[in-house]
C-alpha cells in the first residue's frame, strides 16, 4: 500500500521541509518513497541498502538484471563510487548536470548495493534538476537508487496520480506529489568509454546537444537498434533495451510517411475497418491533424511543431487510452526535428515496433 502522499505547496516554505524530512527519513530507513524529476516520477531507495533495493524491483515488477540510476545531490557524492575523473565528463558534468543526463561509468566502489548495478561493474548516476528531488536526496545523507516510478513495462510517471495508478498495491512509504514533470521524458543515458560516449537511451538532451559539448576527439556511438536488441540472440548493451515499454493495453500501432494525405487516408480506413470488428478505437494526433480523424477517442498530444509540447503529454496520453477502455490504437508519429525523433523513438516501443509507413 501507498502509505502516504506529500502534497507540496511551495509557497508554505516551512510544510516542503517537513514533508521532506519525513521523506527523507523513510529513505533512510529503508523505505521507498517515489518523488518528481525534472524527467519523470522515480521510486527512491538508499542505494547502499539492498533489502531496500530489492523492495523497488518487487514494487515494480522489474527484473533484477535491469540496473537502476543513483540521484545525487552533489558531485562530491560520487568521490571514491565512480570514475568521473576524464577533463570530458567533468565537462560533461559541469554543463550538464543538474539536468536529464545519466552517464554510466566504471564503478569504484563496493558499498552501492549489487542489486543497483544487477552485478556490472559500471554505475548509473545523475543529478536531477529539480528542487524537491534534490531536497529530498540531500536530507537522507544517501545515493539514491531510483528507476521510473511505474510497473515495469507501462509509460513512465509525469504525474504522482500515474505512481498511485501504477503502485497502490505496492509496498512504499510515500509519494511526494510535486505537481507533472517537465520534460516528461526520462533522462538520456550514456555509457562513457574511453574517448567515446555511446548513447544507450535516447532522452531529454539530445544527441545534438551533447556533440556540441564534447571536444572533437571524443567520438559518439548511436545505439538506435532497438529493435535488434529485442531478439534473443542478441546481448544489449544497456540491459533495458531488451525489455517492452510504455505500452499501453490495447493494440497499437505507429504510422510515419511524409505524405500527410497517404497518412490520414489510411489511418481513417484502418480505424473504420477496426469499429467494425468491434474494437473500441483511438487515435493519438495533433492540434493541426485531429479534425481528420472519427474514433471513438481521439486523443491531441500538442501540436504537430511542438515536439517538446508533445513530449510532456506524450504518456498521460498513452495512459488515457486505458483509461478510456481503448483496444485498438493508431498514433501518428511526430515531426522528427529535436526531441521529436526521441518521442517517436518512444511511440515505436510503445507499439511493440509494430510501424507502419504509408
Ligand atoms: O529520467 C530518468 O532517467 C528517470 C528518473 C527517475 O531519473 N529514471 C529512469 O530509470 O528512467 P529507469 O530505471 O526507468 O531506466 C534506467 C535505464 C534502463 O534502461 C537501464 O537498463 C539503464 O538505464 N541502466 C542503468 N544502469 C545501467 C548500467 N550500469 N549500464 C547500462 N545501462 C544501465
Ligand atoms: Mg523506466
Redesign the pocket.
Known sequence: MIMKIWQIDAAIKHSVDEAIAEAAQCIRAGELVAFP?E????LGADARNSAAVKRIFEAKGRPSD????V?IADVAQLDGIVDASASWVQQLIAHFWPG?L?L?LPLLSADISSKV?AG?N???V?M?DHPLALQLIEASGCLIA???ANRSGRP?PTKAAHVIEDLQHASIAGVIDGGATGYGL??T?V?VGTNQLRI??H?AITAAALADHLPEHISIIQNTAHKAHTHHDHIP?????KYVHYAPQGQMTLVKGDSLECRQAWIQQQLQAAQERGERTGVLTYEEHAHHYEADVVLVCGSWHRPSDTAKLLYDTLRQFDREGVTYIIAEACDEAGVGFVVNSRLEQAAGFNVVTV
Open positions: 524529476t524527467t519523470v516520477y522515480g535491469n540496473p537502476l540510476i540521484h536529464p545519466t554510466v548495478t556490472l559500471t554505475l548509473a545523475r536531477p531510483a528507476p521510473s513512465s526520462e533522462s543515458v555509457e544507450l537511451r532522452g548493451p544497456s540491459p533495458g533495451l
